[in-house]
């Protein structure tokens, strides 16, 4: 069993849509959550990064971790085309330098 | 542009040669990482660094790859006798001492080995 557990997707929704991304780890150490975008054969830009678990908004986006459940989220609303991409969450624990990636789960917002 | 870049992009090599990638972090960032990223899954790490030690290595870099910053600015990637297996997008990062989790990422060099 993986470490994080993504979603391969792909997810499609329309324009305007709101989109729930989610994860689920299985390491209770995980303290640092992030969400990444990355475009097709680009590099992964940071979205989100929380600490430990609640919410956390910027803009359309907001970030939501659960550590009880060991499960994070990230809300998107009124999707637009232009967020096609694939998101990755990514964890770390305390003291460790690595981050750990999901999958990654491919968006297709349709105009 | 201050972020961090990678080259070259892209690379095709031949099987049993070497190839040789570089980093530079975005200034001031004193740590550096190396992940690869194969299609259809996330990065994986490699190694990194804090200034110019190499602090922590994964079992996946075998003893073909190496990596060097030597002055605790830019990093060096080098996979010896190269094989088929080691084609992938070879990602870096970096991060300040202000938020190490917070590691942003170059455009990847992405490695073809025929």
């Known amino acids: 069993q993986k470490e994080v557990e993504q979603d391969p997707g792909p997810l499609s929704v329309p324009e305007g849509a709101i989109v729930s991304l989610n994860c689920t780890y299985s390491?209770?150490?995980?303290?640092?959550f992030m969400w990444y975008r990355q475009y097709s054969r680009k590099g992964p830009e940071l979205l989100m990064y929380?600490?430990?678990?609640g919410n956390k908004e910027d803009g359309r986006f907001t970030a939501q971790v659960d550590k009880s459940s060991k499960y994070i989220s990230l809300f998107i609303r009124d999707s637009q085309p232009s967020d096609s991409a694939t998101y990755l969450c990514?964890?770390?624990?305390?003291?460790?330098?690595?981050?750990?990636f999901g999958t990654g789960t491919r968006l297709l917002v349709s105009p | 542009d201050t972020g961090v870049s990678q080259d070259p992009r892209h690379k095709i090599t031949k099987r049993g040669q070497n190839v040789t990638f570089r980093c530079d972090p975005i200034?001031?960032?004193?740590?550096l990482y190396w992940y690869r990223q194969t299609l259809g899954q996330g990065p994986e790490f490699l190694t990194y660094?804090?200034?110019?030690?190499?602090?922590?290595k994964s079992r996946l870099l075998s003893d073909r790859f190496s990596a060097e910053r030597p002055k605790g600015s830019f990093s060096t990637l080098e996979i010896q006798r190269t094989e088929q297996g080691d084609s992938a997008m070879y990602l870096c990062?970096?991060?300040?001492?202000?938020?190490?989790?917070?590691?942003?990422f170059g455009p990847g060099t992405r490695l073809t080995v025929l």
């Open positions: 990062a970096s991060s300040s001492y202000r938020s190490y989790n917070e590691q942003f």
């Open positions: 390491n209770s150490a995980f303290q640092y």
């Open positions: 929380t600490y430990s678990s």
């Open positions: 990514a964890m770390s624990a305390s003291g460790f330098q690595k981050l750990v």
């Open positions: 200034s001031e960032h004193n740590r």
């Open positions: 660094f804090q200034n110019e030690a190499q602090l922590e």
